[in-house]
Nanobody
Framework: QVQLVESGGGLVQAGGSLRLSCAAS????????MGWFRQAPGKEREFVAR????????AYAESVKGRFIISRDNAKNMVYLQMNSLKPEDTAAYYC???????????????WGQGIQVTVSS
């Protein structure tokens, strides 16, 4: 069992930056992947970024590539999403998730945080 808690969301103007944090607790795994997803009203939950916990290998959605950076602190069991050059279309609830299998699809992930709101104003 894994518990995930997001923090760091809020309201920011277009062009600004925010950093989201996700604290993981509970069972640890020898190999797993942590990801960030987001969901705007009326839209499906979509992949944003993921990172392999051990290797640090990352992947990003095309919509955020070059603007967002995912990272982790192994000692603290934390994963971060640095969001730069934010756009109004980035407005969504952001979710932290973990999978033992890897992948970028929602069904690939086994545990989810409660979500945290990010609102980008114009």
């Amino acid at each position: 069992q894994v518990q995930l808690v997001e923090s760091g969301g809020g309201l920011v103007q277009a062009g600004g930056s925010l950093r989201l944090s996700c604290a993981a607790s509970g069972r640890t795994f020898s190999s797993y992947t942590m990801g960030w997803f987001r969901q705007a009203p009326g839209k499906e939950r979509e992949f944003v970024a993921r990172i392999r916990w051990n290797s640090g290998i990352t992947a990003y959605a095309e919509s955020v590539k070059g603007r967002f950076i995912i990272s982790r602190d192994n000692a603290k069991n934390m994963v971060y999403l640095q969001m730069n050059s934010l756009k109004p279309e980035d407005t969504a609830a952001y979710y932290c998730a973990v999978t033992q299998r890897g992948g970028i699809g929602v069904p690939d992930y086994d545990y989810w945080g409660q979500g945290i709101q990010v609102t980008v104003s114009s």
